[in-house]
């Protein structure tokens, strides 16, 4: 089993930035993928931004493209999504998942942490 640990979510201004970490502990040679979902109330949970652990891929979700950076720390095992220029729309519970494809689809990762709330006013 992994476990995954987010951490960083909370209450900014639009224009604001927030950092999310999420801490992967437990049977980690089985990483290949980690990636951020969301999801805001009423709402589907939806892609945010995956990479590889190995490699130099990574993908995002059109709506936080150019805003919001994925990247990793093999050494902490541990994956960060650097959030700016955060606005309302983004307000939502961050999920943390590892999977072993590279994938945008929720349905191909196995493991989730338990999610950071993160609210951006306006």
């Known amino acids: 089993q992994v476990q995954l640990v987010e951490s960083g979510g909370g209450l900014v201004q639009a224009g604001g930035s927030l950092r999310l970490s999420c801490a992967a502990s437990?049977?980690?040679?089985?990483?290949?993928?980690m990636a951020w979902f969301r999801q805001a109330p009423g709402k589907e949970r939806a892609f945010v931004a995956a990479?590889?652990?190995?490699?130099?891929?990574?993908s995002y979700a059109d709506s936080v493209k150019g805003r919001f950076t994925i990247s990793r720390d093999n050494a902490k095992n541990t994956v960060y999504l650097q959030m700016n220029s955060l606005r309302p729309e983004d307000t939502a519970a961050y999920y943390c998942?590892?999977?072993?494809?590279?994938?945008?689809?929720?349905?191909?990762?196995?493991?989730w942490g338990q999610g950071t709330q993160v609210t951006v006013s306006s």
């Open positions: 990479i590889i652990w190995s490699g130099g891929w990574t």
């Open positions: 998942a590892v999977g072993r494809a590279a994938s945008l689809s929720k349905d191909d990762y196995g493991h």
């Open positions: 437990g049977r980690t040679f089985s990483l290949y993928a």
